[in-house]
């Protein structure tokens, strides 16, 4: 088992920059596949990054490409998401989700999950 606690979300204006950051503890994440997602009011949970578990191969939604960053410190037990440029539309609720199985898009590949944390951008 692996609990994940994310943190380091707020309040921010557009154009402005935040790091998620997510604490996995109960085992080492170095060989799981790590990602971030998030859910908008009103809408389904999306993809938003992931990261390979030791070659550090990345994948983002078109979304956020150019302006996110996912990275992992594996000593720290730790995943990051690095967020740059931030727009209106990227207020949602981020979470952490670990996995097993691959560089995963779709939520239903990734077993273990976060609380969220709460990023709201404002125009």
């Known amino acids: 088992q692996v609990q994940l606690v994310e943190s380091g979300g707020g309040l921010v204006q557009a154009g402005d920059s935040l790091r998620l950051s997510c604490a996995a503890s109960?085992?080492?994440?170095?060989?799981?596949?790590m990602g971030w997602f998030r859910q908008a009011p009103g809408k389904e949970r999306e993809f938003v990054a992931s990261?390979?578990?030791?070659?550090?191969?990345?994948a983002y939604a078109d979304s956020v490409k150019g302006r996110f960053t996912i990275f992992r410190d594996n000593t720290r037990n730790t995943l990051y998401l690095q967020m740059n440029n931030l727009k209106p539309e990227d207020t949602a609720v981020y979470y952490c989700?670990?996995?097993?199985?691959?560089?995963?898009?779709?939520?239903?590949?990734?077993?273990?999950w976060g609380q969220g944390t709460k990023v709201t951008v404002s125009s």
């Open positions: 989700a670990a996995s097993s199985l691959g560089l995963g898009v779709v939520s239903s590949e990734y077993g273990y």
């Open positions: 109960g085992r080492t994440i170095k060989n799981l596949f």
């Open positions: 990261i390979s578990s030791l070659v550090g191969r990345s």
